[in-house]
C-alpha cells in the first residue's frame, strides 16, 4: 500500500529559540533563504506524499501563509519583470495539499500526531518532525522514501534511525533490535531519552517515521510519560510488540535545526552548496578559520 499522507508536527513552543520564537515559530526560522518547513514538505512530496497534515499551535499562521497565494506580493513582483520569482512562489503553494490542523495545547510529540487521525482515517501515513532538516543530493532517496518503500514492500511500519555516540543517547528516543539480514532492525524495545546506562543501543530516532494506522489506537490508550507529556515512542513500543516495528538508517545529511548549533549547521552547510554563495563563504571560512 502506498504512502500518500505525511503529518508534520509543528505545535511545539521552540523553547530552546526564544526569544526569537516568541512570535516566530522555528519551522519559519530560515535555512539560507528558505524556511525550514519548506525542506521538509519538499522531502515529503519527493516521497510520493500528496497530502500534508500540518499540526500547527498558536502563532502557527506564518506557516499557514506560507503556504497560500500572496496576490499584492506576486502582483508587484509580476509588474517588476520579476517573473523567475513569481514561479517559484507559485511551485511552492501547488507542491502538495496541505491541511491545517491547530494542537490546541502542547501535549507531546504522541498528542500531535494524534490529532492528524481525522485526516489520516485508516490509511498508512509519514511523520516527518517540523524541525528535523534532511538534506538529499538530487539522485539520493530521500529518508522519507527509503522508509514508505520499505513500508509497501513489508507492510511493516519503519522508522528511521542513526547511530549516535554514547554521550547523545540521552537527547533522543531510541530503539533496541536485531539486525535482519538486509540491514534494517526488528525493533525489540522503545525508550524516550534514556538515562546513562538504560540502554548499549546507540540507534536514535531523528524524527522520520512511517506508521499503519494502528498506531493511532495505542497513541490513545497512552497515558502521558517523561515530562508529563504524550510520547510517541511509548506507542511506538506498543505497535513492535503487536504488529512489528521496522528501524532503517538513511542517506541523507540530517540537522536538528530546532538546536542553536544544528540549525547553525545546516545554514553553513546548505550556503556551501549554494550556486550565490558558496564560494564567497568559502573563502570566508577560510579566512575565519585562521583567527579562530
Ligand atoms: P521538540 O520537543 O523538539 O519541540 O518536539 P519543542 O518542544 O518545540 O522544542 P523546545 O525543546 O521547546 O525547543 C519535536 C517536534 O514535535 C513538535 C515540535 O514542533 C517539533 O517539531 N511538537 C512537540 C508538537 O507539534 N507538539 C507538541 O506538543 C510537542
Same mark, same amino acid.
Given at each position: ?12 513552543? /521552540? ?15 530560515? =535555512?539560507? #533563504? ?16 500528496? *497530502? =500534508? ?10 506557516? *499557514?501563509?506560507?503556504? #497560500? $497565494?500572496?496576490?499584492? &506580493? ?7 519583470? @520579476? ?8 511551485? =511552492? ?5 496541505? =491541511? ?19 485526516? $489520516? ?6 511523520? &516527518?518532525?517540523? *524541525? ?49 539480514? *538486509? ?6 524495545? $522503545? ?31 497512552? @497515558? ?19 504488529? /512489528? ?39 570566508? &571560512? ?7
Amino acid at each position: 500500500m502506498k504512502v500518500k499522507k505525511a503529518i508534520i508536527p509543528a505545535a511545539g513552543l /521552540g523553547t530552546r529559540f526564544l526569544p526569537a520564537t516568541k512570535t516566530v515559530p522555528k519551522e519559519m526560522l530560515p =535555512i539560507v #533563504d528558505r524556511p525550514s518547513i519548506l525542506y521538509i514538505v519538499e522531502e515529503a512530496v519527493r516521497a510520493g506524499i500528496e *497530502d =500534508i497534515i500540518l499540526i500547527a499551535g498558536r502563532q502557527k499562521t506564518a506557516i *499557514d501563509d506560507f503556504f #497560500d $497565494v500572496s496576490y499584492e &506580493l506576486e502582483d508587484k513582483l509580476a509588474k517588476d519583470g @520579476k517573473t523567475e520569482m513569481v514561479e517559484t512562489l507559485k511551485k =511552492i503553494r501547488s507542491m502538495a495539499n496541505i =491541511i491545517s490542523i491547530r494542537q490546541k495545547q502542547p501535549l507531546g510529540l504522541g498528542h500531535a500526531v494524534l490529532c492528524g487521525r481525522p485526516i $489520516v482515517g485508516r490509511e498508512p501515513f509519514a511523520v &516527518l518532525l517540523g *524541525d528535523e532538516i534532511m538534506i538529499s543530493k538530487a539522485d539520493q532517496e530521500t529518508t522519507t522514501e527509503t522508509l514508505a518503500k520499505s513500508f509497501s514492500s513489508t507492510g511493516l511500519s519503519t522508522v528511521a534511525a542513526m547511530e549516535v555516540p554514547e554521550s547523545e543517547v540521552h537527547k533522543y528516543g531510541i530503539v533496541e533490535g536485531d539486525k535482519n539480514a *538486509d540491514g534494517t532492525i526488528r525493533v525489540r524495545n $522503545v525508550i524516550e531519552k534514556p538515562s546513562k546506562g538504560q540502554t548499549q543501543s546507540r540507534w536514535a530516532l531523528p524524527g522520520r517515521y512511517v506508521f499503519s494506522a494502528e498506531i493511532f489506537q495505542y497513541l490513545e490508550e497512552t @497515558k502521558p510519560g517523561k515530562n508529563g507529556e504524550i510520547q510517541l515512542t511509548d506507542a511506538m513500543l506498543q505497535l513492535a510488540k503487536s504488529q /512489528g516495528l521496522l528501524a532503517s538508517s538513511f542517506q541523507s545529511r540530517r540537522y536538528d535545526a530546532g538546536d542553536k548549533l544544528g540549525f547553525l549547521q545546516a545554514n553553513i552547510e546548505v550556503a556551501l552548496d549554494h550556486p550565490e554563495l558558496s564560494q564567497s563563504l568559502r573563502e570566508y &571560512l577560510r579566512r575565519l578559520a585562521q583567527t579562530i
